[in-house]
C-alpha cells in the first residue's frame, strides 16, 4: 500500500495517475475535497481508500503493517498564505509528525519541498543537503519558510543520527505545469493562465519587468513538466537506498515569453504577448531566476532526461487544454 497525501491535489493526482499505470493497486489519498470540482482529478482511479487529512494518524496505526510508503504531497501550497500559524500546522508540524511515524514503523517517506526555499536564489538553487548550507539560505515567503525549515529539520536529525525512516526525500519542485491543475485559482502555472486568456480572445499577459537588466517577459523560470516529477518519485520508489534532498527541475531557465509563445504554438497562433505592471507588494519579493542544479539527482542514479519547454506545452495543451476531458 501507497499512501499519498495532498493526493487530489495538482502533483499528487499525477503521482497516483503514473502509479496506477506502472501496476500498483492498493493506492490511499489522504487530501480534502471541498465543493469544487477537486474530486475529478482523482475520479478515474481504483483506490483503497480516501481519507480526510485529520484522519491520517488513525488510518496510518490502523494499517501500518500493510504500508510500503507514504508520499507526502499535502501541504498549504499558496505562496501568498498570511497565516503562519495555519501554515505551520499543515506544512510544519504534520510533515515532522511524518517523519517520526516513519521512522517507527520502518515507512519510506517521500516528502514536497519546493524552489521557494532558495529564496531570491543569491545563494544559488544547489539542492547541497548539509545542513550548514541550508543555514544560508532565506525564504522569502511563509510557504518556503515552512518547507525550508523540514529541510533543516531532517538534515539536523540525519546529522547527528537519530532515527529517520528507512528512506526519506525531499523534493524541491521548481515551476511545475500541467493537468489537473485546474482547481487552484490564482496559483495555477502561467502557462494554464495564458491558455485560457487566449482560449477567451484575449492575448497573453505577462509581468513588466521592474529591473533593467530583465526585458519584459524576460524574467527566467525552471518550467517542469508534471510528468518529469511524477518520474522522479517512481524512479525513488524503485530505488530504495536513495535518499536526501534533490531538486525537481529542468535544468534549463526559460521566460515567461518563451512559455506563452510555446502555448500560441500549440494552438497553432500567431503570438499576441501584453504586458502589464507587476503588484506592488510583489516586487520586493519576485524571483527574477531560478534554475535547477540537478546533479545530485543525476548522481543518485536518475537518468531519465527532462522534457523541453515546447514539448511539455504542446503536451499540455494538445492532450489535455483542447480535449473534452483533460484529466489525467
Not at 517521500?110 to 531570491?120: F, L
Not at 544547489?126 to 529539520?153: F, I
Not at 525513488?236 to 509563445?261: C, I, Q, Y
Amino acid at each position: 500500500m501507497i499512501v499519498v497525501t495532498g493526493g487530489a491535489g495538482f502533483i499528487g493526482s499525477n503521482i497516483l495517475a503514473g502509479l496506477e499505470a506502472r501496476g500498483h493497486d492498493d493506492l490511499v489519498v489522504v487530501d480534502t475535497l471541498g465543493t469544487d470540482d477537486k474530486w475529478r482529478n482523482i475520479a478515474k482511479r481504483a483506490l483503497a481508500d480516501v481519507v480526510r487529512p485529520e484522519r491520517i494518524f488513525d488510518f496510518l496505526n490502523a494499517r501500518a503493517g500493510e504500508i510500503e510508503a507514504v508520499v507526502h504531497m499535502g501541504a498549504i501550497s499558496s505562496t501568498e498564505e498570511r497565516d503562519a500559524d495555519v501554515i505551520v500546522a499543515n506544512n510544519i508540524r504534520l510533515t515532522l509528525d511524518l517523519v517520526d511515524w516513519c521512522a517507527r514503523h520502518g515507512v519510506r517517506l517521500i516528502y514536497a519541498s519546493s524552489a521557494a526555499t532558495y529564496g531570491d536564489g543569491a545563494l544559488g538553487f544547489d539542492d547541497d543537503g548539509e545542513a550548514g548550507a541550508l543555514a544560508g539560505l532565506q525564504p522569502l515567503n511563509a510557504y518556503g519558510w515552512s518547507k525550508h525549515m523540514v529541510d533543516r529539520r531532517i538534515t539536523a536529525l540525519r546529522a547527528r543520527g537519530a532515527a529517520l525512516p528507512p528512506q526519506w526525500a525531499g523534493l524541491k519542485f521548481f515551476n511545475v505545469y500541467g493537468p489537473n491543475e485546474y482547481h487552484k485559482g490564482g496559483q495555477r502555472s502561467v502557462a494554464h493562465q495564458v491558455f485560457c486568456r487566449i482560449r477567451d480572445g484575449g492575448h497573453a499577459r505577462l509581468f513588466r519587468s521592474h529591473r533593467p537588466d530583465y526585458p519584459h517577459g524576460g524574467q527566467l523560470r525552471d518550467f517542469v513538466w508534471v510528468g518529469d516529477c511524477v518520474a522522479v518519485v517512481e524512479w525513488l520508489l524503485e530505488t530504495p537506498e536513495a535518499s536526501g534532498l534533490f531538486n525537481v527541475g529542468s535544468g534549463k531557465a526559460r521566460s515567461f515569453a518563451d512559455l506563452a509563445r510555446a502555448v500560441y504554438a500549440a494552438m497553432n497562433l500567431k503570438p499576441e504577448i501584453e504586458f502589464v505592471d507587476m503588484p506592488e507588494h510583489l516586487r520586493e519579493k519576485y524571483q527574477y531566476f531560478t534554475e535547477a542544479k540537478i546533479g545530485r539527482l543525476r548522481a543518485a542514479g536518475f537518468t531519465r532526461p527532462t522534457t523541453e519547454l515546447e514539448d511539455g506545452i504542446a503536451s499540455y495543451v494538445r492532450d489535455y487544454l483542447l480535449n473534452a476531458d483533460p484529466y489525467v
